[in-house]
């Protein structure tokens, strides 16, 4: 059995630094190919009632300014500060009705595309029907799911996961072995660099490659026994 690590990342399209994680992220698995079992769940950074962000507000201004401006360009892209702050609960389930159709990836880009670099309102089912049929997604089928809360369950599904595990903010990225359950995981939270997350997946990668060189050793053993 080939060798397998899992990383599953809690993430929210109204985040920048889960924006910022996903050259990374395409980075160890550009690196290591069929070796990473790449999984990403949601995460409603502000469910309602907790209030939305000033887009005006001195706080918002101040974290772009000291930290995702330098960071963006130490990555090459470019993110402007949008001009609103949704709540990002219906952008998540256009994801997993994407993910059920086969189109996530593409539309896991574009949400973050949609908002960090156009500023799009994702709260707004008429702008998530625009960036769903952008990518395939069927406009009128979409529609009915967002207007119905076809897939909030999913999402809410993943925020009662994350709870049980002590996620509390994101994004946070969990390492673990294709077999072990996430609550053995390696937990790194917040942005951190590469290295920090290509160091966690070694370790689980040689856990994995111990392991089976042990079952080998085993099955060898057993089969000169006979």
């Known amino acids: 059995m080939a060798r397998k690590v899992r990383i599953t990342v809690w993430s929210d399209y109204v985040c920048p630094f889960c924006y910022l994680a996903e050259p990374l992220l ?9 070796a990473v079992d790449l999984e990403w769940r949601a995460f409603e950074l502000r469910p309602a009632p907790v209030p939305t962000l000033d887009p005006d507000g001195e706080y918002l201004h101040s974290v772009w300014n000291r930290a995702v401006y330098p960071m963006a360009r130490q990555q090459g892209m470019t993110l402007r500060l949008p001009p609103v702050q949704p709540r990002s609960r219906r952008a998540l389930e256009l994801a997993e009705f994407a993910r059920e159709e086969g189109r996530f990836e593409e539309a896991h880009q574009a949400l973050f595309k949609a908002f960090f670099e156009d500023g799009h309102d994702l709260d707004s089912i008429d702008v998530l029907i625009e960036i769903g049929t952008a990518i395939g997604l069927d406009r009128k089928e ?26 509390t903010a994101v994004p946070t990225i969990m390492v673990s072995r294709i077999d072990e359950p ?31 060189e042990l079952q080998r050793q085993t099955k060898t053993a057993a089969i000169l026994s006979m």
């Open 26 to 34: 395409e980075r160890i698995r550009q690196e290591y190919g069929e």
């Open 142 to 167: 979409l529609r009915a799911a967002l207007e119905q809360g076809t897939y909030r369950e999913r999402v809410l599904h993943d925020e009662r996961k994350a709870a049980e595990l002590g996620i």
């Open 182 to 212: 996430l609550g053995e995981a390696e937990v790194i939270r917040g942005a951190r660099p590469y290295e920090v997350v290509r160091a966690a997946f070694e370790r689980a990668l040689d856990v994995s490659r111990s392991e089976q």
